[in-house]
């Protein structure tokens, strides 16, 4: 945003307005406040359009049941502020809310020890970066950043560490990404439900105690070239539990190693089909992949996954190669088989569901159980001990 060439500077602290507040009621659409290094136990609306920076130092306590700055105004940029909440564990804190505002720029702040660091209400483009969200929300509650019903979200370079809650929690999101983030440990770095058009990518996930990255009732969302470091619970889960089936999903080019499950896909969490390709999953006490029954549409995995040594261990394909687990029960996957000869792994798309029950849908003799070649030999078997017995009962009757 342009600032005007009449804009003001409004200090707050020595020399000063002796709250924030007063400075906000003095100042034009258009000026900058300075906020002073100092502590400012306050609740500060911001109902017009200024840039709100501050000093090293300078923090706003914010009261137990409200936000310590609450952005009603489109055009609103805040640099450099510090804002924590005391009692965190009573009421419903923020240390910034954004209410039915547009074009708002939140840059290099540290948002501490609230329930909701940052919480976005009806709020359109707005930019999150340089920050850190440090300690927020409670067991199972509360989150760094909070967004419901916000388009244009970009949260870019931020750090998110020791939050007792989740990292980021996307609620009817669309038009918006998740970039170059470093978030926890956490509970769960990532839930998005309801979202359109929204792409998480390039992040450092901590481990986390439960899911990674949870998608629900997701359109058109992808999920791509993240750093996953393991945890209790899955990297990726899709559920229609929190609001429906997903569709158009694309998990390309992350690293999911150490979990549970690297990718988990509930009962009628799909309404389309999803792509998984260029991404690792292995070392999972399950599976580097589980597709419920019932998920309700086809998973295509053929394109450039790393399944561990020779590819999956997925005995309903007819196929066990060594590497991690591929739990499918109705067929849905296509994924790359890959066979270990003494030149090293070769990769031969396997499609699912099989087309006959000669193999996996590729026309070949399965590699594991009675093949053809098993049963002819049995045949041949059997016909030279029928021979043998002819061949005995005529010998005994010429010795009568």
Known sequence: MATPAWAATVIVGPDGFATIQQGV?????????????????????????????????????????????????????????????PQNDLGYNRAIEVASADRVEIAGVVLRSCLRGLSLVNATDVAVRDSSFIGNGRPSSGASIWADDTTGLQIVDNTFAADRGYGINLNGVSSSRVTGNVIGPTASAIIATRVTDVTISTNTIGRTTGTAVFLSAADRATVQGNTFSGGGGNGISLTSALGGPSSGILVDGNDLSGFRNGISVGARALSGPMVISNTRLLGETSSGLTVAAGAGATVDATDGNEWGSCGPTAPDHGYDGGGSNLIDPDLLVAFERATCPSGGPTRTAVPGPPSSTAGPGTGQLPATGFGMRTWLSAGLLMLGAGMLLLLTGRTRRQLR
Request: hydrophobic share 45%; with cysteine.
């Open 25 to 85: 009621d003095a100042a034009a659409a258009g000026d900058t406040l300075l906020i002073r290094a100092g502590t400012y136990p306050e609740k500060v609306v911001v109902g017009k359009a200024l840039t709100v920076s501050a000093e090293a130092g300078a923090r706003i306590e914010a009261p137990t049941d409200s936000a310590g700055l609450l952005i009603t105004s489109d055009d609103v940029v805040v640099t450099g502020l510090e804002l924590s909440c």
